[in-house]
């Protein structure tokens, strides 16, 4: 099984600031890899996939990157509403797998 | 309006059986991989099963093998994950999602509201 691990698992910020969280995959996943926002008692929400592409609707603060093992989320300039957790998931092969989460919390 | 709406949670004992459903609308329900994603309480998102458009190609995370089976109504436009021999580590809330957005099943753009499975004696 393809392992993804996200950094940090936690995060403190502010309004306004940037911020940057990893996601690792065990072997190389291509750019087979998804970003997802979370709310407490909401379902998940897609903010990138394929690496890059952000899905419709979604504001351009948001930017993904990477591709084979190593991948990035960067917020570019963090609003109320994106405190939440966030999720990794590789959609390379099966089993799909997620990372454990990054909670980003205000500071 | 793309929606999903699970449906037939609740509490069950272990070893019971329960049989999720999914109804979808708004899109072309037959043309799409559908999938149940869970979340235990207090934890992160896991997969556990995933169903081609037609009905003929499923995957399964490891742990549900041999016990959940997915499948569709493509007529009803309707999922199903029939859970048989249910364990405490089973106990989540259970999502249908539509999967496969720039491939089959790369990934989930939309998501249902979730439906409570609680395995306990």
């Known amino acids: 099984d393809i392992q993804m691990t996200q950094s940090p698992s936690s995060v403190s910020a502010s309004v306004g600031d940037r911020v940057t969280i990893t996601c690792r995959a065990s072997q190389g996943i291509s750019s087979w890899l998804a970003w997802y926002q979370q709310k407490p008692g909401k379902a998940p929400k897609v903010l990138i996939y394929t690496a890059s592409i952000l899905q419709s609707g979604v504001p351009s603060r948001f930017s993904g990157s990477g591709s084979g093992t190593d991948f990035t989320l960067t917020i570019s300039s963090l609003q109320p509403e994106d405190f939440a957790t966030y999720y990794c998931?590789?959609?390379?092969?099966?089993?799909?797998?997620f990372g454990q989460g990054t909670r980003l919390d205000i500071k | 309006e793309v929606q999903l709406l699970e449906s037939g949670g609740g509490l069950v004992q272990p070893g019971g059986s329960l049989r999720l459903s999914c109804a979808a609308s708004?899109?072309?329900?037959?043309?799409?991989?559908m999938s149940w994603v869970r979340q235990a309480p207090g934890e992160g998102l896991e997969w556990v099963a995933a169903l081609d458009g037609n009905g003929g190609d499923s995957h399964y995370v490891d742990s549900v093998k041999g016990r959940f089976t997915i499948s569709r109504d493509n007529s009803k436009n309707t999922l199903y994950l029939q859970m048989n021999n249910l364990r405490s580590e089973d106990t989540a809330i259970y999502y249908c999602?539509?999967?496969?957005?720039?491939?089959?099943?790369?990934?989930?753009?939309?998501w249902g509201q979730g439906t409570m499975i609680t395995v306990s004696s």
């Open positions: 999602a539509k999967l496969g957005i720039a491939g089959t099943y790369d990934a989930f753009d939309i």
């Open positions: 708004g899109f072309r329900f037959s043309g799409y991989a």
């Open positions: 998931q590789q959609g390379y092969r099966f089993p799909l797998t």
